[in-house]
């Protein structure tokens, strides 16, 4: 059983696993912010590269069934519409996954979280962009932003999700193609950080404990989701990222 403690006492394994459901829900909820919540709770007592691996396997597992929640049917067509941010975030994933000790991520955070926070704090003053004509450029953008933030820090979902709620995507959309993007991610993530060191024989098995109170989690945040109306949805979308800007601020700052 130490194994999946990964030399934890048993209260710190169960905080773990509290995080972790709390996480769950906030992201069947609104559709991410699993490994903001679980990177910023998990990290407080355990180390990074701990905190790290633990989100592998259930973001994983959770965006998949968040993408396939409501058949296969549509998400061909998901993937069709949004390849470019797929292809090019991808890339920028597998590329800074290998740079996590080379490039301070911090500057990155502080950087991100600045812009997200400013975007998302005048949206709820009322400012309403559209994103509906952009170029595709502009959309490459985004994937690029999401890929490299998400390669450095298992976090790819405030560019994603700043992108989505400007094309004012619907709610139960938006959370499938949410689990398309980052499902597919942390796929490449994983096996990112089974080259980089970060998952394995120690840490996978803390990963996978990870699973059950993620899923759970995951289950009680869909049923909350289903009673919210669209307007709603965006307004709690909006808060939850501003408060995850704040928190990559947070973390760029605690790194200078």
Same mark, same amino acid.
């Given at each position: 059983?130490?194994? !999946?403690?990964?030399?934890?006492?048993?209260?710190?394994?169960?905080?773990?696993?509290? /995080?972790?459901?709390?996480?769950?829900?906030?992201?069947?909820?609104?559709?991410?912010?699993?490994?903001?919540?679980?990177?910023?709770?998990?990290?407080?007592?355990?180390?990074?590269?701990?905190?790290?691996?633990?989100?592998?396997?259930?973001? $994983?597992?959770?965006?998949?069934?968040?993408?396939?929640? *409501?058949?296969?049917?549509?998400?061909?067509?998901?993937?069709?519409? !949004?390849?470019?941010?797929?292809?090019?975030?991808?890339? !920028?994933?597998?590329?800074?996954?290998?740079?996590?000790?080379?490039?301070?991520?911090?500057?990155?955070? @502080?950087?991100?979280? $600045?812009?997200?926070?400013?975007?998302? +704090?005048?949206?709820?003053?009322?400012?309403?962009?559209?994103?509906?004509?952009?170029?595709?450029?502009?959309?490459?953008?985004?994937?690029?932003?999401?890929?490299?933030?998400?390669?450095?820090?298992?976090?790819?979902?405030?560019?994603?999700?700043?992108?989505?709620?400007?094309?004012? $995507?619907?709610?139960?959309?938006?959370?499938?193609?949410?689990?398309?993007?980052? +499902?597919?991610?942390?796929?490449?993530?994983?096996?990112? *950080?089974?080259?980089?060191? /970060?998952?394995?024989?120690?840490?996978?098995?803390?990963?996978?404990?990870?699973?059950?109170?993620? @899923?759970?989690?995951?289950?009680?945040?869909?049923? @909350?989701?289903?009673?919210?109306?669209?307007?709603?949805?965006?307004?709690?979308?909006?808060?939850?990222? !501003?408060?995850?800007?704040?928190?990559?601020?947070?973390? +760029?700052?605690?790194?200078?």
């Amino acid at each position: 059983m130490d194994i !999946f403690f990964s030399g934890l006492t048993p209260a710190l394994f169960s905080l773990a696993l509290s /995080v972790t459901l709390l996480a769950g829900v906030v992201k069947g909820m609104v559709g991410f912010a699993m490994p903001m919540i679980m990177i910023s709770g998990l990290s407080s007592f355990l180390a990074p590269e701990l905190a790290l691996a633990a989100l592998i396997l259930p973001t $994983v597992a959770t965006n998949l069934q968040q993408a396939f929640r *409501h058949g296969a049917g549509e998400v061909w067509g998901a993937i069709k519409r !949004f390849k470019i941010f797929l292809l090019v975030g991808g890339m !920028f994933l597998l590329g800074f996954a290998q740079l996590v000790s080379v490039i301070p991520s911090h500057l990155m955070l @502080l950087s991100i979280g $600045v812009i997200v926070s400013l975007f998302t +704090g005048l949206q709820l003053l009322g400012w309403s962009p559209s994103f509906h004509h952009a170029p595709k450029r502009f959309e490459a953008f985004f994937g690029g932003v999401a890929g490299a933030i998400g390669g450095l820090s298992g976090i790819w979902g405030p560019p994603t999700v700043m992108y989505l709620t400007a094309l004012d $995507v619907a709610k139960k959309e938006s959370l499938r193609i949410q689990g398309i993007i980052y +499902g597919l991610g942390a796929m490449l993530l994983v096996v990112s *950080h089974i080259g980089s060191g /970060v998952l394995n024989a120690k840490t996978l098995p803390f990963s996978m404990a990870m699973l059950v109170p993620a @899923l759970l989690g995951l289950q009680i945040g869909f049923r @909350l989701h289903d009673r919210i109306d669209q307007k709603n949805f965006k307004r709690l979308t909006q808060i939850v990222l !501003f408060v995850a800007g704040l928190n990559l601020v947070r973390k +760029g700052l605690m790194g200078l």
